[in-house]
């Protein structure tokens, strides 16, 4: 079983610009969660998403947003990127959502702002 | 709010150690859930194990122990006879329970395993 992809897995920006990753979760897989991880802030919950609707939102200003596609792969997008956006991006997929089964992580978009 | 407590930053041992990762949380919920994940130097979170509130019992996976103890609220981690594979860093995380659930993770503890 494939598991968690994620694409790109780097990325190098410049302030303003606007940046859209994206994840695929484990087949069967219908909750994708995405974090954001930086040296000083750690991992911190950004948004969930099931069955293409948005059931949680972590405290991230509204420039960090996110969908879900029929097919349960997702996207995030942040738009006018500033220097303290450059972190780890993990997106994380399980079948119900974090409480009910195991997360299973990708191995991260690392968005570098310059 | 929820939080979680690693006062271990970094660890280091020598092959074939026991080592314990201690991990403290903080919850108003009677019902939650109780994870650990590894982070090897490739960056990729790896599960490890998900324990919910009302299970106490110790679990044993081979070289891993977890110790639950909700009168201290701890759930730490035990690696026995350590080997350097095991340098990672070690999140402890917690999630409520219910639909709108998200992980809250711990700072992390960095694991160095000398030969």
């Known amino acids: 079983k494939a598991g968690v992809t994620q694409t790109p897995r780097y990325l190098i920006k410049t302030r303003g610009q606007q940046v859209t990753l994206s994840c695929s979760p484990i087949s069967g897989h219908r909750s994708v969660s995405w974090y954001q991880q930086t040296p000083g802030q750690g991992l911190q919950f950004l948004f969930e998403y099931f069955s293409e609707t948005q059931r949680n939102k972590g405290n991230f200003p509204g420039r960090f947003s996110g969908r879900q596609f029929s097919n349960s792969r997702s996207e995030m997008n942040v738009s006018t990127l500033e220097l303290g956006d450059s972190a780890l991006y993990l997106c994380?997929?399980?079948?119900?959502?974090?409480?009910?089964?195991?997360?299973?992580f990708g191995p991260g978009t690392r968005l570098t702002v310059l | 709010a929820q939080k979680v407590t690693q006062a271990q930053t970094e660890i280091s041992v020598v092959e074939k150690e026991d080592v314990t990762l201690d991990c403290v949380y903080e919850?108003?919920?009677?019902?939650?859930?109780l994870f650990w994940y590894k982070q090897p130097p490739s960056g990729e979170l790896v599960f490890l194990i998900r324990?919910?509130?009302?299970?106490?019992q110790n679990e044993i996976s081979g070289r891993y122990s977890w110790n639950f103890q909700k009168s201290t609220s701890s759930f730490n981690f035990t690696i026995t006879a350590s080997q350097v594979v095991d340098s990672a860093v070690y999140f402890c995380?917690?999630?409520?329970?219910?639909?709108?659930?998200?992980?809250?993770f711990g700072k992390g503890i960095t694991l160095s395993v000398r030969p």
């Open positions: 324990r919910n509130s009302f299970d106490e």
């Open positions: 995380a917690l999630s409520e329970a219910g639909a709108n659930s998200k992980l809250t």
């Open positions: 919850t108003r919920d009677t019902t939650y859930y």
């Open positions: 994380a997929s399980s079948f119900s959502g974090p409480s009910y089964n195991e997360q299973f």
